[in-house]
């Protein structure tokens, strides 16, 4: 994968949806005046939705980066679905007001990438990381530490985004991926890392650090 993928401040998985908004409020402007209202209301969210500001990026090499924003859901031990081991699970909820732009946590090599259809139920319940359509990245830092993170569609979302692949390098905070409206995202971490947040907590992606790894 490129590690130049465009970023510019409307995410461009957004401009088709974008432009469609902005013309069709156009167009009932033309010939309907106030009536139009809703149609701009309706584009100026679509433009808040898409949009995906720089971000600032840690540089302590033990940091684990939160690859979304939204609010913390899940902070436990868990089993890494995909690693078939123990791990520290925290997991980040997007509603449809969260930048959705999906950010890599840690830098490392990309071992896998594993898409699994599923349903689509509240991607803020603890059985929608087993159940709802998702895709994760198994990545190995420079140390050997095993990382994973999961893109999982919630109960609007119907489109998970992924540009790595197996053998890409990640580098913290680059851009990997994109869910459309309103998902979660899982990360498994080896026990001996340290939590640094707790659930509640509200979390930027790449700017808020979600672990400290032993």
Not at 52 to 77: H, M, N, Y
Not at 153 to 180: K, P
Not at 194 to 210: C, M, Q
Request: charge should be positive; aromatic fraction near 10%; glycine fraction near 6%.
């Amino acid at each position: 994968m490129s590690t130049h993928y465009p970023h510019p401040i409307i995410a461009r998985e957004g401009w088709p949806f974008l432009a469609a908004s902005v013309v069709a409020a156009v167009f009932v402007t033309h010939f309907a005046g106030w009536w139009s209202v809703p149609f701009w209301i309706i584009a100026l969210f679509v433009l808040q939705f898409f949009r995906d500001p720089p971000r600032r990026i840690p540089q302590d090499p033990t940091a684990v980066l939160s690859p979304a924003d939204g609010r913390v859901v899940v902070v436990e031990q868990a089993l890494d679905p995909y690693r078939k081991v123990e791990a520290l699970k925290i997991s980040v909820f997007m509603n449809v007001f969260n930048v959705h732009s999906n950010r890599s946590p840690v830098d490392g090599v990309v071992e896998r990438v594993e898409y699994n259809a599923g349903s689509f139920v509240n991607a803020a319940l603890s059985k929608a990381s087993l159940e709802n359509e998702r895709n994760a990245v198994l990545v190995r830092m420079g140390d050997g530490t095993p990382i994973t993170f999961v893109q999982i569609a919630g109960l609007v979302a119907r489109r998970i985004l992924c540009y790595t692949r197996e053998g890409d390098t990640l580098s913290r905070g680059q851009r990997y991926g994109f869910i459309r409206f309103g998902s979660r995202v899982d990360v498994y971490l080896p026990l001996t890392a340290r939590a640094k947040v707790a659930i509640g907590d509200k979390v930027s992606a790449t700017e808020t650090v979600l672990a400290e790894l032993g």
